[in-house]
Antibody
């Protein structure tokens, strides 16, 4: 059974960079697309972007200037970096597997942007 | 890119059927058969209910069904149960290779 687990700091200061890692277990990171999604409190889901195991990426146009995704096949991990964060970036961040049909999700991790 | 349009809330009594709509444009819902539906209980990970408009992943109850007409997709839940009370989200692949989610619909089982 494929499982995903997000990890990273729960608190980030404004203007700094948010960094999260998703660890995949029960399966390989190879030959799949991996996606990041977020949900601000009381709001809906927002697609952040995806990365293929080859390293190719697609990002949400509204976040593209601040987002970088990468992966480490040796560790079956993929990562999200979001720069110049503000309070508006406070959200639960999820990682998931797939392109548009996301069949496996992590439990989510709350990231708060505050000084 | 604006979110796909869903009703903010729907409700129904146990045993009844309800339908949640998801309206996009000719650049997303209307263009691709890559519409998905998710059930989200607060505090848990979203669960994929429907992929590619009508496909139910293994293990998903056949009480959940999906359809599409033009720029609008729909999720129907038949035989409502108390455990169906949750938030429901649609998503679609787009012509810019992105994915758009709907704003979400809160289902209340009366």
């Amino acid at each position: 059974q494929v499982q995903l687990q997000e990890s990273g700091p729960g608190l980030v200061k404004p203007s700094e960079t948010l960094s999260l890692t998703c660890t995949v277990s029960g399966g390989s990171i190879s030959n799949y697309f991996w996606t990041w999604i977020r949900q601000p409190a009381g709001k809906g889901l927002e697609w952040i972007g995806r990365i293929y195991s080859s390293g190719s990426t697609n990002y949400n146009p509204s976040l593209e200037s601040r987002v970088t995704m990468s992966l480490d096949k040796s560790k079956d991990q993929f990562s999200l970096r979001l720069s110049s964060v503000t309070a508006a970036d406070t959200a639960v961040y999820y990682c998931a597997r797939g392109v548009s049909s996301l069949g496996y999700w992590g439990q989510g991790t709350l990231v708060t942007v505050s000084s | 890119q604006s979110a796909l349009t869903q009703p903010a809330s729907v409700s129904g009594s146990p045993g009844q059927s309800i339908t949640i709509s998801c309206t996009g444009t000719s650049s997303d819902v209307g263009r691709y058969n890559y519409v998905s539906w998710y059930q989200h209980h607060p505090g848990k990970a979203p669960k994929l209910l429907i992929s590619e408009v009508t496909n139910r992943p293994s293990g998903v109850s056949n009480r959940f069904s999906g359809s599409k007409s033009g720029n609008t997709a729909s999720l129907t839940i038949s035989g409502l149960q108390a455990e169906d009370e949750a938030d429901y989200y649609c998503s679609s692949y787009t012509s810019s290779s992105a994915v758009l989610f709907g704003g979400g619909t809160k289902l209340t089982v009366l």
